[in-house]
């Protein structure tokens, strides 16, 4: 079918990034969200980092420009009728997710695949909010969406060979790399990097060093290119908090439970880069 006209739900900061890379390898891309104000500071941090890009030398700033002029605020979903995809970068919780996938099967054209870069979620149980199972897929980005390589591809039980092989080649075409993992909590990311991000928040409630000295030890010990407990800071602690929830609940395994800090950061507020703090203050 080949994919041109890509909507993208939720201006946040995947949803920008995502939005970012479709623009710029040649789709038109419809971003939306509930909050306007969001949409466009959306789209100034878009231009900003498409010219920062152009500035390194990734692109021409002809390219930069042709790909922020095919980027259009789009206001509610209604105007995702005509997408060929639409990516879903919504909040990490199943029934908002499951709402905006109703929505959206009841607006879009029958040949519309529904993808979501939900980064736990089982996207067996998503597709069963549409009536189009087989053209519901995952797509993981990886924050920050413009430099990371990977974009995690999952199945649900009854996705099509045919949505699969498009969503693959869509990821290709933004420049990245999909690998195909099954519909398990966490899929392979979050059950890998989340737990460890869990442990380090651990180390902190419990005194064994103070939040600098475990991301130093990460840094400077296992050559990682941030520390866990900044990088959950750039994350969101309450992406974090949701992802450890739907590993513990998924698999049953008290190893999986949230630290107790990490969910007092997310009740106080504090959830990283995104609020000016989390396990650091950011200016
Ligand atoms: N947009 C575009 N480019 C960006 C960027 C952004 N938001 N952030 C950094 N960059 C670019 C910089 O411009 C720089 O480019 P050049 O090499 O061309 O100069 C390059 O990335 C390196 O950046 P910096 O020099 O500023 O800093 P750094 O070397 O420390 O790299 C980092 C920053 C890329 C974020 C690096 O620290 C890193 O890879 N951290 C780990 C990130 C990670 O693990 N992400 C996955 C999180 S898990 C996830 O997203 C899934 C989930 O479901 C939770």
């Given at each position: 079918m080949?994919?041109?006209n890509?909507?993208?739900?939720g201006?946040g900061?995947m949803?920008s990034g995502?939005?970012?890379v479709?623009?710029?390898?040649?789709c038109?891309?419809l971003?939306?969200?509930?909050?306007d104000?969001?949409i466009?500071?959306?789209?100034?941090s878009?231009?900003r980092?498409?010219?920062?890009?152009?500035a390194?030398g990734?692109y021409?700033?002809?390219?930069?420009?042709t790909a922020?002029?095919r980027?259009v605020p789009?206001?509610?979903?209604?105007?995702?009728?005509?997408?060929?995809l639409?990516i879903?970068?919504?909040t990490?919780?199943?029934?908002?997710?499951?709402?905006?996938?109703?929505?959206l099967?009841?607006?879009c054209?029958?040949?519309t695949?529904?993808?979501?870069n939900?980064?736990s979620?089982?996207l067996?149980?998503?597709a069963?909010a549409?009536e189009?199972?087989e053209q519901?897929?995952?797509m993981h980005f990886?924050?920050?969406v413009p430099?990371?390589?990977l974009?995690?591809?999952?199945r649900?039980l009854r996705?099509s060979?045919?949505?699969?092989?498009?969503?693959?080649g869509?990821a290709?075409r933004m420049?990245?790399?999909?690998l195909e993992?099954?519909?398990?909590p966490g899929f392979v990311?979050n059950r890998?990097l989340m737990?460890?991000?869990?442990e380090?928040?651990?180390?902190?409630?419990?005194?064994?060093?103070?939040?600098e000295t475990?991301?130093d030890?990460?840094?400077l010990?296992?050559?990682h290119?941030?520390?866990?407990?900044?990088?959950?800071?750039?994350?969101?602690l309450?992406?974090?908090l949701?992802?450890?929830?739907?590993?513990?609940?998924?698999?049953?395994d008290?190893?999986?439970r949230?630290?107790p800090l990490?969910?007092?950061?997310?009740h106080?507020?504090?959830?990283?880069r995104?609020?000016?703090?989390?396990f650091?203050?950011?200016g």
């Amino acid at each position: 079918m080949g994919i041109n006209n890509i909507s993208v739900v939720g201006a946040g900061q995947m949803g920008s990034g995502i939005a970012q890379v479709a623009a710029l390898a040649g789709c038109r891309v419809l971003l939306h969200d509930t909050d306007d104000a969001r949409i466009s500071a959306a789209m100034d941090s878009i231009g900003r980092s498409l010219m920062i890009g152009a500035a390194k030398g990734r692109y021409s700033p002809e390219e930069a420009a042709t790909a922020l002029a095919r980027l259009v605020p789009g206001g509610g979903l209604s105007a995702a009728a005509d997408a060929d995809l639409v990516i879903e970068a919504a909040t990490e919780n199943m029934a908002v997710k499951k709402g905006i996938f109703a929505a959206l099967d009841g607006i879009c054209g029958e040949g519309t695949i529904l993808a979501s870069n939900t980064s736990s979620l089982s996207l067996t149980e998503l597709a069963s909010a549409t009536e189009r199972p087989e053209q519901v897929i995952g797509m993981h980005f990886m924050n920050p969406v413009p430099v990371m390589k990977l974009v995690e591809i999952i199945r649900g039980l009854r996705t099509s060979e045919e949505t699969y092989a498009e969503a693959a080649g869509l990821a290709a075409r933004m420049g990245k790399t999909p690998l195909e993992v099954r519909d398990f909590p966490g899929f392979v990311s979050n059950r890998i990097l989340m737990p460890m991000i869990n442990e380090a928040v651990y180390a902190v409630y419990e005194g064994v060093a103070k939040a600098e000295t475990v991301d130093d030890v990460m840094r400077l010990g296992m050559n990682h290119p941030m520390g866990p407990l900044a990088l959950a800071d750039l994350i969101g602690l309450d992406t974090c908090l949701a992802i450890m929830e739907t590993l513990h609940e998924g698999f049953g395994d008290s190893k999986y439970r949230p630290c107790p800090l990490l969910r007092s950061y997310v009740h106080a507020g504090w959830l990283g880069r995104k609020s000016g703090r989390g396990f650091y203050a950011y200016g």
